[in-house]
């Protein structure tokens, strides 16, 4: 049960004293009106300082806010500055590959190949040609131009790899087949006979020579004039010891009258390879190598190949 609250009827004297002598000022506050003004200063007080946690509050979030953006500005200055760092080093790229292409052609044009791959068709481009002509809106370049650059040079390399690697394989199968073409002398000496028609040596009349007579003194290096295969190394008939090599594509090249034969049947030569020593075995008047060169059997002038 709750007791009725007795009201507090007290009253506080307020006594206002001046400085000088005049009179005193006094009032009587009641305690009610006290405790009033208590409570509303509280609620005041209560109330500037909420308003003032928020102000402290939304200030700290701000200059939050503007360091972010500060950092923010900073990273994308040196992100610009990066961009144009790639793109000058794209430029340089995309002028290696230009003269790459243009070194594609210029190689193309020394083995005079009638076929040039569609790449290389494309206008030709000098790096310090008679024209200076330039322009074009100033752009500073975008992520997006860069990466279709970038693109592009990747295309253009995969082009140029497949060019060279083309380039690579013709050389060497031109290569194989220079190496093949009996191209050189067998030995040195002195053409004593050539190929054709000639008088006998033997002093009848005159007969058909299917090859070179090179005469040296005996025991002169006979080397092999292309790459092959011995097919024969034997003695046989007049051109006493005779080797015989197969050069491929039906050229057949023979070495008569040797004193030695240093390679056997199935061995591969080298062109310049030694394969014997000159001699007078067989049907001949003295130290020399008999040369021929058989085109599908059939004995050709070897000076056509030398
Ligand atoms: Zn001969």
């Known amino acids: 049960?709750?007791?009725?609250?007795?009201?507090?009827?007290?009253e506080y004297t307020l006594m206002i004293v001046p400085h000088?002598?005049?009179?005193?000022?006094?009032m009587k506050i009641p305690?009610?009106?006290?405790?009033?003004?208590?409570?509303?200063?509280s609620i005041l007080i209560l109330f500037f300082m909420g308003a003032f946690a928020n102000y402290?509050?939304?200030?700290?979030?701000a200059s939050?806010?503007?360091?972010?953006l500060?950092?923010?500005r900073q990273t994308n200055g040196m992100q610009h500055q990066q961009i144009e760092q790639i793109a000058k080093e794209t430029a340089v790229l995309q002028e290696d590959l230009r003269r790459l292409n243009q070194l594609d052609n210029d190689v193309r044009r020394m083995m005079s190949m009638e076929e040039q791959p569609e790449a290389s068709r494309s206008g030709t481009v000098r790096p310090n040609g008679a024209f200076n002509g330039q322009g074009g809106p100033t752009i500073k370049p975008g992520i997006d131009n860069l990466a279709n650059l970038v693109r592009e040079m990747q295309a253009n390399a995969k082009e140029r790899e497949s060019s060279l690697?083309?380039?690579r394989v013709r050389i060497i199968d031109r290569n194989a087949r220079a190496a093949a073409m009996p191209s050189i002398w067998p030995a040195s000496g002195d053409v004593t006979s050539r190929f054709g028609w000639r008088s006998s040596p033997w002093g009848w009349g005159s007969d058909w020579h299917p090859g070179i007579d090179i005469a040296n003194d005996y025991g002169t290096p006979i080397t092999a004039t292309?790459?092959?295969r011995v097919m024969f190394a034997d003695w046989y008939g007049g051109y006493g010891k005779l080797i015989q090599i197969d050069h491929g594509n039906g050229i057949v090249t023979l070495y008569g009258h040797n004193s030695t034969m240093l390679v056997s049947p199935g061995q591969q030569v080298r062109k310049g390879d030694i394969i014997a020593e000159m001699g007078s075995t067989g049907a001949s008047t003295g130290s020399h190598c008999h040369y021929e060169v058989q085109v599908n059997g059939t004995a050709v002038n070897p000076a056509s190949f030398l």
Not at 56 to 61: A, L, P
Not at 64 to 68: R, S
């Open 56 to 61: 402290r509050h939304t200030i700290n979030t």
């Open 226 to 228: 292309a790459d092959g």
């Open 64 to 68: 939050a806010e503007k360091a972010e």
């Open 31 to 41: 305690i009610k009106v006290i405790k009033g003004m208590a409570v509303a200063l």
């Open 20 to 26: 000088q002598g005049q009179s005193v000022i006094s």
């Open 1 to 10: 049960m709750m007791r009725p609250r007795k009201a507090d009827n007290r």
């Open 70 to 72: 500060e950092s923010l």
């Open 165 to 167: 690697e083309d380039l």
